[in-house]
Each structure stands twice: as C-alpha cells, then as structure tokens.
C-alpha cells in the first residue's frame, strides 16, 4: 500500500487517465485526411529524381502526426506511471524497519503518546495504520482493530487505483493500433475503388503500412505496462501482507492486556 496521499497528489493521481484520455480524444479529431495523397505524391516526387526516402520520414509519412502524438503521449504517461508506482512500492514506504523497532521500543518502555507520535508523523502505510489503532484504543482493542482495517483497506484503494492505470494503458493501447489498422485498410481499399485499373503496389503501401504500424507501436506499448503492472502488483500484495501481520504483532500486546483486565 503506499504513502498516504495529499490532496494534491490525488488530483495528480487522477490526471494520468484523463489525459490520456483528452490526447486520445484530441488525436481522432485531427488524424489527418492527406497523409496518403502526401504520402504518393512524396513517393512520385522521390521516384522521378530516383532518390529512396530515408526509414524515418517513411514511419512519421505512414503512421501520421495524429497517431504520433498519441503513442507519445501515451508512452510519456507510462514512464512517469511506472516510476510513481516503483517508488510507492518500496519497503521503506509500505513497512519500513526504523519505524517497527522506534515503535516497539516506545511501547516496551510504555510510552504510549511517544508511539503514537512516532507513528503519526510516518506517512508510510504501517505508520498510518499504527497511528489509527492507537487512536481508537482508549474504547477498546476491538475499535482500535476495527480503525487499523479501516485505514489499511483505504490505502490499498489507493495504490490499486495507481497501479490500475498501467492496467489501462495496456488495454487502450492496442485498442489505438487496431483503430490504426481498421484506418489504414479503409485508406488502401478506399484507393483500389477509386482506381479505375488494378493500383501499383506503392499506391496501397500507404494505408497498409499504417496499418502495421499502429498495431506494432500499440503492442510496443501495451506489453511494457501490462508486465510491469503484473509484476508490481504482486510485489504491492507481499508488502501489505507483510505490514498487515507487523501491524498486528505489534498491536497484539494490547489485545493480551485487554483479556488479562476482564
């Protein structure tokens, strides 16, 4: 689970998907018409001064600025996600070591209010959910054990929102290609219906080579982020369980005072 968020790194949470959403909104609207009339007449031009178009300019006249732009977008919003959740799901975040021992010196010395200081100025998940507990337990060990599920269940919401947006990454991005695709072969099939005779091959090289190519750049970017999804989300899961049981270890001492009272 990760660090408590602020109220502004929760708006930024949130930002990634709607701008994700607004670039890929924006770049349907201006994918633009003539890529395949530029596209020939660059190809006709090149081919009567016998000259070969270099591989990059050939990539940039095939997928289209608009297309383009998406996938870089895309790919920027990806690292900046991954990076996020790499730092959120860390050890010294989720359950860090100088806090367990700080807090289980306090309470072996019976310095309460010095644990519960110790653990509020934590923002670590194991110090939010320590610091709840002892909050609640002047009613009882059962409210203090309800307030830790409470807290831990609210910052586990969180970082599966975090980690659910490289989720969604994998899942647009291949969905771009295939509109990519679906794009291209209308743009190839919309050449051999006006073409009163069977076209040249370098007449359909356009529409078909957009069609490649967006899935290709989909899939490059869809398996990064499915993958590192995957992976950080078994990491996040071993963690909480981890802090879930210190949590529990540490508290438990309360719960054997409470039933030596009765």
């Not at 977008?73 to 700080?102: K, T, W």
């Not at 040249?200 to 190519?213: C, F, N, R, T």
Request: charged share 20%; glycine share 8%.
């Amino acid at each position: 689970m990760p660090l408590k968020c602020s109220r502004g790194i929760s708006r930024f949470c949130l930002t990634p998907t709607w701008l994700t959403l607004f670039v890929v909104a924006l770049g349907f609207f201006a994918l633009p018409t003539d890529t395949l009339v530029y596209a020939q007449d660059v190809a006709a031009n090149e081919g009567a001064d016998g000259k070969n178009e270099s591989l990059l300019f050939w990539l940039v006249d095939s997928l289209g600025w608009g297309y383009i732009l998406i996938f870089l977008s895309l790919s920027f919003i990806l690292v900046a996600l991954f990076i996020m959740n790499v730092l959120s799901a860390r050890r010294d975040y989720v359950c860090p070591q100088h806090l367990i021992e700080g807090f289980e010196a306090h309470l072996d010395e019976k310095q309460y209010q010095e644990a519960y200081e110790l653990a509020k100025a934590d923002d670590s998940f194991l110090g939010n959910v320590l610091a709840a507990g002892l909050s609640k337990l002047s009613s009882s060990y059962q409210h203090a054990h309800t307030a830790m599920e409470e807290v831990g269940e609210e910052e586990d919401m969180k970082l599966d929102h975090r980690l659910s947006y490289l989720a969604l990454i994998g899942t647009i991005s291949p969905m771009i290609g295939l509109f990519g695709t679906v794009h291209g072969m209308i743009d190839a099939f919309y050449v051999i219906a006006q073409s009163g005779t069977t076209p040249p091959a370098s007449q359909l090289a356009g529409g078909i080579s957009k069609a490649l190519l967006t899935t290709l750049v989909g899939l490059f970017i869809a398996i990064p982020a499915i993958t590192a999804y995957n992976i950080l989300r078994n990491r996040v899961q071993r963690l909480v369980l981890e802090a879930g049981i210190t949590s529990e270890n540490l508290m438990g001492r309360f719960e054997k005072v409470g039933n030596k009272k009765d």
